[in-house]
């Protein structure tokens, strides 16, 4: 059982910058990829990005690639993104989801066992 807690969102203007952090409990952080998914008001879950287990593989969707950075800290069983260059069309209520994956990054919601609260972003033009 993994419980995941997201904390760092908010009001920004577009052009801004956030930081979103995700704390998983366990001691197994290092067993699961995580990602970051978002879901504006009316429409579907949207994958944002991933990373592997080890931190050393991510991928990105095609409308935050060079845009947002994900990390993760093991140690601290933490995983991060950085938005940069904000858009009006990224406000969402953001979620992080840990996949109990051994190799790959799955970006796919039904990949993923389990899902954080959801943080909200909210960019203004």
């Known amino acids: 059982q993994v419980q995941l807690v997201e904390s760092g969102g908010g009001l920004v203007q577009a052009g801004g910058s956030l930081r979103l952090s995700c704390a998983a409990s366990?001691?197994?952080?290092?067993?699961?990829?995580m990602g970051w998914f978002r879901q504006a008001p009316g429409k579907e879950r949207e994958f944002v990005t991933t990373i592997s287990r080890s931190g050393g593989n991510t991928y990105y969707a095609d409308s935050v690639k060079g845009r947002f950075t994900i990390s993760r800290d093991n140690a601290k069983s933490t995983v991060y993104l950085q938005m940069n260059s904000l858009k009006p069309e990224d406000t969402a209520v953001y979620y992080c989801?840990?996949?109990?994956?051994?190799?790959?990054?799955?970006?796919?919601?039904?990949?993923?066992?389990?899902w954080g609260q959801g943080t909200q972003v909210t960019v203004s033009s």
């Open positions: 366990g001691r197994t952080f290092r067993s699961y990829a």
């Open positions: 989801a840990a996949a109990p994956v051994v190799y790959g990054l799955p970006k796919g919601p039904s990949e993923y066992d389990y």
